[in-house]
């Protein structure tokens, strides 16, 4: 994505809102970072992720999800959780395989296998349309 320029953020990773940037997530189209969008909106793409693959230039991203693991992982993986609204909201660099992150504020998920260099930092905008509020995400309902 062109509109979508390699930097570093601020201190930790944040930048203020008016330097974000903004891309759009569409399966099969150019990913930030010279990458290709695979949109998981199928319960098995989702249960299957970058597992099994080399690692390569795919952007995975995850709508409706704000828990992921790399159990079946080979190699490291970088990862960026987005709420309703398509802001990162957190970003987790070089994962480990063996490992569960979540995020209770996400709605979204983006992960690639780990590549140095620049990723999303806090404050960018990941249009997902399936994570919007028109898609709430569901919460089981405890038995008392």
């Known amino acids: 994505m062109d509109g979508l320029k390699l930097h570093r953020g601020g201190r930790n990773g944040v930048r203020s809102s ?3 940037r ?3 997530v569409e399966d099969g189209a150019s990913a930030p970072f010279g990458g290709v969008w695979v949109v998981a909106d199928r319960p098995l793409a989702r249960l299957r992720g970058l597992a099994g693959r080399a690692p390569d230039k795919t952007v995975m991203a995850f709508p409706r999800c704000r828990d992921v ?3 079946t992982m080979r190699y490291p993986l970088d990862v960026a959780f987005l709420d309703r609204a398509g802001i990162v909201v957190e970003v ?3 994962v480990l395989p063996g490992m569960r992150l979540s995020n209770r504020r996400a709605s979204g998920v983006v992960e690639r296998f780990y590549q140095p260099g ?3 930092v806090r404050g960018d905008r990941c249009r ?3 994570s919007s ?3 709430p995400i569901r919460r089981k309902r405890r038995r008392a």
């Open 128 to 130: 997902m349309e399936g």
């Open 118 to 120: 620049p990723w999303f």
């Open 133 to 135: 509020a028109k898609r």
């Open 69 to 71: 693991h790399t159990m």
């Open 18 to 20: 008016a330097s974000a």
């Open 92 to 94: 987790r660099r070089f």
């Open 22 to 24: 903004t891309c759009i």
